[in-house]
């Protein structure tokens, strides 16, 4: 197997290469004269470019094709479990590199803890640690890795592959891309987490071929990755879909912006937190008191949810409250950007319809009636590492799509 040609994508970059790799990934197996007729490229373009992506090992020739009169065509595939993606999601407390299959399977995952205080080259130092480790425990040669991909909390320019601002590390200026293509001499890319989820959503989860719709993550923060005409949207200086910083109550709770009553004020895992600390100080019966045998600040955003499972009328009114508040946040958008599907992730997600129900009145009450005609809201199913494969979509769109072109 000959390797490609790593260190860059500069071999993909012949369109009529990621618009066959494509058409094969998509419709897969599939004959050489399926492809021409696809794509309209000549019989002999397409036999040229599927012979260089056979010697790649990218495609395999399959089994035989159903035959329309004369010989059975030789079908090809993608070679999906002969080459791997390294996917990391960078967070504040903790950093999970998994390794996936060209498909999105994930075969392998590590966590890493990160402490508090890191500074920036420590932070760099960890990434490397966690990806050395991933790498070396599936035990699979160099050469099957065909790139990197980096799902980074905070502000984050893709074009120079830095991490513009992680508030939740207070660090700046973070160059991810250059330190980990010199360690690994891999390509690297890096997004936005929810960004990179948004993707992830759009090949592999809820947002397969919808061509507009909003990926919200509720979770320590709050964020939105838009996906508009199958396009991610990033804005002018790549911050489109921070909506956690938009203000849904002038007078709501001060935030880690400088602004007041900021969406992740209300609906964040710390903020369902202080809302019902705050309920327990002035005297609220709850279950969430004795879980923590008194202790406040041992209260988790995952115990209000248990609480309200079993019933608990106080718990059951804070996530209310936050399905309200996210849902007129949602409302906004859906007037804003028409989308046809809302995918929820996150920890806040988890809560089930304890949150999801007031949210879906709120969106129903406070959005335009045309949009709130054509939207559904659903809940994201990429499961626990979805950051981490939404980092692999990072590098699978370069590789498949290096023109941007997710249509055939
Ligand atoms: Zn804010």
């Not at 992680?166 to 960004?195: C, G, H, Q, S, W």
């Not at 002018?236 to 912006?257: L, N, Q, R, V």
């Not at 009553?261 to 969430?288: D, F, H, M, N, Y």
Request: hydrophobic share 40%; proline share 4%; with cysteine.
């Amino acid at each position: 197997m000959t390797q490609i040609q790593v260190g860059s994508f500069q071999w993909m970059k012949s369109m009529n290469k990621s618009t066959i790799l494509n058409v094969i990934r998509l419709h897969g197996p599939i004959s050489r004269a399926e492809i021409a007729k696809i794509t309209r490229l000549t019989a002999p373009t397409v036999t040229n470019i599927v012979g260089e992506l056979l010697e790649s090992g990218l495609v395999v020739e399959s089994n035989l094709g159903e035959s329309t009169g004369g010989r059975k065509p030789i079908m090809l595939r993608i070679n999906s479990s002969a080459f791997y993606i390294i996917g990391v999601y960078a967070g504040a407390k903790k950093i999970n590199a998994v390794i996936a299959t060209l498909d999105g399977h994930v075969v392998y995952y590590t966590e890493t803890k990160v402490p508090a205080g890191v500074d920036v080259e420590g932070y760099v130092g960890l990434l490397k640690k966690s990806i050395h480790s991933a790498i070396e425990g599936t035990k699979n040669p160099v050469q099957s890795f065909v790139g990197i991909g980096i799902g980074m909390h905070g502000l984050v320019d893709p074009e120079k592959g830095i991490s513009i601002f992680a508030p939740n590390l207070n660090l700046a200026n973070i160059p991810v891309k250059t330190e980990l293509e010199k360690e690994f001499m891999l390509p690297v890319e890096i997004e936005n987490d929810v960004r990179a989820i948004a993707l992830g959503e759009s090949w592999f989860g809820q947002g397969q071929g919808i061509a507009n719709f909003i990926c919200v993550n509720v979770g320590t923060g709050v964020g939105a990755g838009i996906i508009l005409d199958h396009h991610l949207y990033h804005g002018a200086s790549y911050t489109a879909g921070e909506i956690g910083h938009t203000t849904i109550d002038i007078h709501g709770p001060k935030c880690s912006c400088g602004n007041y009553g900021c969406l992740e004020t209300l609906t964040s895992g710390p903020a369902i937190v202080k809302r019902i600390q705050k309920a327990i100080r002035i005297g609220k019966q709850t279950v969430v008191e004795e879980y923590v045998k008194g202790d406040l600040d041992a209260i988790t955003g995952e115990m209000v949810a248990n609480a309200a499972a079993q019933g608990d009328t106080v718990a059951i009114e804070v996530l209310a409250d936050t399905g309200r508040y996210l849902g007129i946040g949602i409302a906004n958008l859906i007037n804003t950007f028409n989308p046809s599907r809302i995918i929820l992730s996150g920890g806040v997600s988890r809560a089930g319809d304890f949150v999801l129900q007031p949210l879906k009145e709120t969106v129903e009450h406070r959005s335009l009636a045309v949009p709130a005609k054509s939207v559904t809201i659903v809940k994201s199913e990429l499961g626990p590492h979805a950051i981490a494969v939404g980092a692999v979509t990072l590098v699978l769109h370069k590789l498949f799509t290096p023109q941007g072109v997710t249509e055939v």
